[in-house]
């Protein structure tokens, strides 16, 4: 299920949750049509959230997305079983604006990857034997034949896009409201995944080229449903992650030979600050919101640590005991969200700043920690009876609900 992060310590629980060339003439692939079911009139209204282009306050809201489950019910010991009475629910400010029931019946999913909030609104998908199925707070607005896990996502005013991959096979899907625009059976996405510039949807991926000799990638960039193979130098090994700033492609690449990653625009490339004998791997970049700051795993030998670069300065790196679970970047600064491997204890960082965060709290998903206006929140949970609690203005409040927060955002 994407990649979804479940973080816990081991002696409580441990589980795995499972974070081409074409115009606009219609999905085809290598010469092959594809056809797609119309998808119905995205509705105008829902039932909870912000409705579209309404401004309200100056400062934003903080939404927050989780599953409660009927009280007694270990849902930690099957979360891909939840049992009648299990809702899915979105709070803002602190209130419970909508909630809605899992079920097969109610084409509602409790994963985490199967849900987010969207300005101020509840958006889930859920996989059926056939189809895939979009809704809105609630309301279908559109399902599409084959069965799809949606790994990127962008509104951009009434229009919904995604990016997906199939739940069994190769390949991925990229969609504008349920219908096919782009697609490809083999190759991968660059973990940016889906974002705006200037008004234009992007998003990059890799094509594997096989051979007698061995495989080879090209890297590909599509911008309005428009691809176009991405310019490097020719000593590139691989590209870890691309998307477009003002109008230019940005990415990290590996070259031959060179012990650094680089930030690169077309031919121009500019190392990342490593130490000696450092190496990274893992990069991506954190979703633009003006500045260019880039994750990676850094280290010598067996020894790794988590690391933040703002362009190519690095601004923040960790003990090699911390693994990272969740970030977020907020103007000039990266928030992050930890767990110590040692002792399963969460730590809250603003750069290389340790927040007041309370001992005996864990890490359960990745989206659960964001940032807005200097802002910060962070979903947690009490290690000793997986207790929710949020995180916020340093101070953690308890929930005394039987269940867990899944995901946090300002809108």
């Known amino acids: 299920m994407g990649d979804i992060l479940l973080k816990v310590l081991p002696f409580i629980f441990s589980v795995g949750i499972l974070g081409m060339l074409t115009g606009c003439y219609g999905p085809v692939e290598l010469g092959r049509d594809i056809t797609s079911r119309q998808p119905s009139e995205i509705p105008g209204g829902g039932h909870g959230g912000i409705a579209p282009g309404e401004s309200g306050e100056k400062r934003k809201s903080l939404f927050v997305t989780g599953v409660e489950y ?19 629910f979105l709070m803002k400010d602190g209130k419970r604006i909508f909630e809605t029931d899992v079920c097969a019946e109610n084409e509602v999913s409790a994963d985490a990857d199967m849900h ?12 059926t034997e056939t189809e895939t199925v979009l809704k809105r707070d609630g309301v279908e607005i559109f399902r599409f034949p084959g069965r799809e896990m949606i790994v990127s996502f962008l509104l951009d005013s009434d229009d919904v896009y995604t990016l997906s991959i199939p739940r069994s096979g190769t390949g991925w899907v990229f969609r504008k409201n349920g219908e096919v625009k782009l697609y490809k059976s083999i190759g991968s996405l660059f973990p940016s995944g889906l974002h705006l510039d200037g008004g234009r949807v ?21 911008v309005d449903g428009e691809v176009k193979s991405m310019t490097v130098p020719d000593d590139v090994s691989a590209v870890d992650d691309a998307m477009m700033v003002n109008g ?34 893992g990069c991506r970049f954190l979703k633009n919101r003006g500045e260019v700051f880039t994750y990676a795993v850094s280290g010598t030998g067996s020894s790794s640590t988590a690391s933040f670069w703002k362009m190519t300065e690095r601004v923040a790196s960790f003990p090699q005991w911390m693994e990272a679970v969740a970030w977020d970047s907020d103007g000039n600064e990266v928030v992050s969200l930890f767990t110590d491997r040692q002792t399963g204890d969460v730590s809250l960082c603003r750069g290389s700043d340790y927040l007041n965060m309370e001992a005996g709290c864990c890490a359960i998903f990745d989206r659960t920690v964001a ?12 290690r000793e009876n997986l207790a929710p609690a949020l995180w916020a203005e340093g ?14 955002s300002w809108w």
Not at 76 to 86: M, Y
Not at 116 to 127: A, K
């Open 248 to 281: 230019e492609i940005l990415y990290i690449a590996h070259r031959r030979n060179i012990r650094q990653a680089v930030l690169a625009k077309g031919l121009d490339c500019i190392a990342y600050e490593l130490f000696d004998f450092e190496t990274m791997s």
């Open 395 to 408: 101070k953690l409040t308890d929930y005394d609900f039987n269940g867990v927060f899944t995901s946090v």
């Open 371 to 382: 940032s807005s206006d200097g802002r910060c929140c962070a979903a947690v949970a009490r």
């Open 70 to 88: 009927p009280q007694g019910y270990g849902w930690w010991q099957s979360l891909g079983n939840p049992p009648p009475g299990t809702v899915l």
């Open 116 to 127: 987010r909030c969207v300005e101020g609104h509840l958006y889930t998908d859920f996989s």
């Open 202 to 222: 992007c998003f990059g991926y890799e094509d594997t080229i096989s051979s007698s000799s061995g495989d080879s990638f090209k890297w590909f960039f599509a």
